[in-house]
């Protein structure tokens, strides 16, 4: 198992930048292919981002492409996300997750997920 640990959110005016870590401890990290999603009220589990298992590989959605970039160290067994040009509708709960398998925008199968952290963007 993985357990995941997320840092790095707050409260950012529009047009700001932050950057999110997932801190991974347990399993060799290498193992899991990672992805950040978020969630703001009301609304459902949303894909970011997805990096695979030795970064070689990643995946967007359309919302952040050319603001966001998804990262990983394996060495400090952390993710990262840097977020660029943020907007308000980018306002959510931000979680990573991880699975030994799959690799792509599909929340559910995800095995493992973090606590989350919250990103405001004020206008």
């Known amino acids: 198992q993985v357990q995941l640990v997320e840092s790095g959110g707050g409260l950012v005016q529009a047009g700001g930048s932050l950057r999110l870590s997932c801190a991974a401890s347990?399993?060799?990290?290498?193992?899991?292919?990672m992805g950040w999603f978020r969630q703001a009220p009301g609304k459902e589990r949303e894909f970011v981002a997805a990096i695979s298992w030795s970064g070689g590989s990643t995946y967007y959605a359309d919302s952040v492409k050319g603001r966001f970039t998804i990262s990983r160290d394996n060495a400090k067994n952390t993710m990262y996300l840097q977020m660029k040009s943020l907007k308000p509708e980018d306002t959510a709960v931000y979680y990573c997750?991880?699975?030994?398998?799959?690799?792509?925008?599909?929340?559910?199968?995800?095995?493992?997920w973090g606590q989350g952290t919250q990103v405001t963007v004020s206008s």
């Open positions: 997750a991880a699975d030994l398998r799959y690799f792509g925008s599909n929340y559910y199968e995800y095995d493992y």
């Open positions: 347990g399993r060799t990290f290498s193992s899991y292919a």
